[in-house]
């Protein structure tokens, strides 16, 4: 092969693989079925605070479907947030157990069975 067909071939690959990981991301993180998102939001509880970057970012990948969820701010609830074990934010609950940390749609559809 010449120079210039393999400088393409790269390309091409390059290329390809760009828009499998495009249509990966999609999938994972958006135009989600508003049954699947109430049925997530039915079925967890987000602790959040005001201050924290990751809570602000997790509360974005909600979408527009952000009302169908239960988001309990631990600066203004502390109380509430003490009771359930919160020690970090953003943590979810699902079913009885605590999900420290920012969670993916995907994962989010996994643990509630959505």
């Given at each position: 092969?010449?120079?210039?067909?393999?400088?393409?071939?790269?390309?091409?690959?390059?290329?390809?693989?760009?828009i499998?990981?495009?249509?990966?991301?999609?999938?994972?993180n958006?135009?989600?079925?508003?049954?699947?998102?109430?049925?997530?939001?039915?079925?967890?509880?987000?602790?959040?605070?005001?201050?924290?970057?990751?809570?602000?970012?997790?509360?974005?990948?909600?979408?527009?479907?952000?009302?169908?969820?239960?988001?309990?701010?631990?600066?203004?609830?502390?109380?509430?947030?003490?009771?359930n074990?919160?020690?970090?934010?953003?943590?979810?609950?699902?079913?009885?157990?605590?999900?420290?940390?920012?969670q993916?749609?995907e994962q989010?559809?996994?643990?509630?069975?959505?």
């Amino acid at each position: 092969m010449k120079t210039k067909e393999i400088f393409i071939f790269i390309i091409l690959i390059a290329v390809v693989i760009g828009i499998i990981s495009i249509i990966s991301l999609i999938k994972a993180n958006g135009n989600h079925d508003e049954e699947v998102m109430k049925c997530i939001g039915e079925n967890s509880e987000l602790y959040v605070s005001k201050t924290c970057g990751h809570c602000a970012t997790q509360k974005k990948d909600l979408e527009e479907y952000i009302e169908f969820f239960k988001i309990i701010d631990c600066t203004t609830n502390q109380e509430q947030c003490q009771e359930n074990n919160i020690l970090y934010v953003p943590t979810w609950i699902i079913n009885n157990e605590n999900h420290v940390g920012k969670q993916s749609i995907e994962q989010l559809k996994e643990l509630t069975g959505c």
